[in-house]
């Protein structure tokens, strides 16, 4: 799972297909999270730290093949800058991402239930705890998705990125739930 997130990482900010620096963080962040919360017991500082280092590994081999790329991208401009010129492009990305949100107010919605839905997958909350305490794997994929769904919001400068994951963590939390209660019932 680990690998396949980062090959989709490296796909996504690789220059000619994606160069989506924000898509591929995502989704660098994805497999960091994947792993640790696959692999490692618990969750912690250390962990957490793990799951950061693969996303920071993964950002810093798409800005070095965007650097060394023949054909300019718009990341190779950033690229091409000091580390606070990075950070300040992140920083406007974001400044963006929220006007674009605040233009649809109702979109807020999903950034506010990206937290909820994260708390009731990490602890197995209301009609959702059975599975997720039956089946680990679906529980670290929904606290996964939860958390790339919020880093995200965080680093793309649209609100789709964090409405397709609520879509799909919804969908991950609320089947499950219905399939149970269907066939039990």
Partial sequence: GMLLLAAAGLLAGLPGFGADLGTS???FAAA?????LRVK???GLREAATAVAVALVG???ILLIHRFSPEPTHVTGVVDDSPGDIIATFGRRLAL???NTSAIPVAWLIVALLPVWLAVAWKRLGPFGPVLRRDPAWRAA???LALAAIIGFLVNDSI?????GFTYLSAALIYPALRERWTSG
């Fill in 142 to 144: 929904t606290i996964g």
């Fill in 97 to 99: 991402n929220v006007r």
């Fill in 32 to 36: 960091g999270l994947w792993y640790v």
């Fill in 25 to 27: 963080f995502t989704l």
């Fill in 59 to 61: 950002l810093a081999a």
């Fill in 160 to 164: 789709g990125v964090a409405g397709l």
């Fill in 41 to 43: 017991e618990g969750f």
